[in-house]
């Protein structure tokens, strides 16, 4: 669940973030346990973010923090940390993992070895895919500018392991 390290290039750019549709987002409530109630969400749209730097756990690159910067999206302006959820290494240009996990909120991000969004109400918590560029996603999902955008009527096999937890400290 590691990162390229061609990917601590893109410090100080802009990477693009899908959100799932198959799998829906929450808000969660202060103390993070679990959703508060009614809140549901539906995926937020395509949004790009600026890199503002990346975490290690173990000597390997396991993720990123970023700020949001598409106007008029619901999460302009709010702070993204997000780590890759399957296998690796995964890289933003290729490799691209399609299943992060991600955070999204006012912050202020806490811890340096794995931060998280603090608890600031909101904080949306879901799964997507994150590479450099709309056109990238869609080489690696193996779609064609004629093939219709992704669905909720698409079926995502997740296994349990790939549930939401904690992630584990090295």
């Known amino acids: 669940m590691s990162l390229l390290s061609e990917c601590l290039e893109f410090k100080g750019r802009v990477i693009w973030c899908r959100p799932s549709l198959?799998?829906?987002w929450l808000r969660l409530d202060?103390?993070?346990l679990r959703p508060a109630s009614g809140?549901?969400?539906?995926s937020p749209k395509l949004f790009r973010f600026g890199v503002l730097r990346f975490f290690s756990v173990g000597g390997a690159i396991r993720g990123v923090l970023g700020r949001v910067q598409e106007e008029k999206h619901p999460f302009d302006s709010l702070l993204v940390v997000a780590w890759a959820g399957q296998g690796g290494?995964?890289?933003?240009?290729?490799?691209?993992?399609?299943?992060w996990?991600?955070?999204?909120?006012?912050?202020p991000v806490l811890?340096?070895?794995?931060?998280?969004v603090q608890l600031v109400a909101p904080v949306h918590t879901g799964f997507g895919m994150i590479?450099?560029?709309p056109a990238v996603m869609d080489q690696e999902l193996g779609m064609s500018d004629e093939d219709?955008?992704?669905t909720s009527s698409r079926k995502l096999v997740v296994s349990a392991e790939y549930r939401v937890r904690e992630p584990a400290l090295d």
């Open 89 to 99: 290494p995964y890289g933003f240009g290729r490799c691209v993992c399609t299943r």
């Open 111 to 116: 811890g340096q070895n794995w931060p998280r």
């Open 39 to 42: 809140t549901r969400l539906e």
């Open 30 to 32: 202060a103390t993070g």
């Open 22 to 24: 198959e799998m829906g």
């Open 148 to 150: 219709p955008p992704p």
């Open 131 to 133: 590479a450099s560029s």
């Open 101 to 107: 996990d991600i955070e999204v909120g006012a912050g």
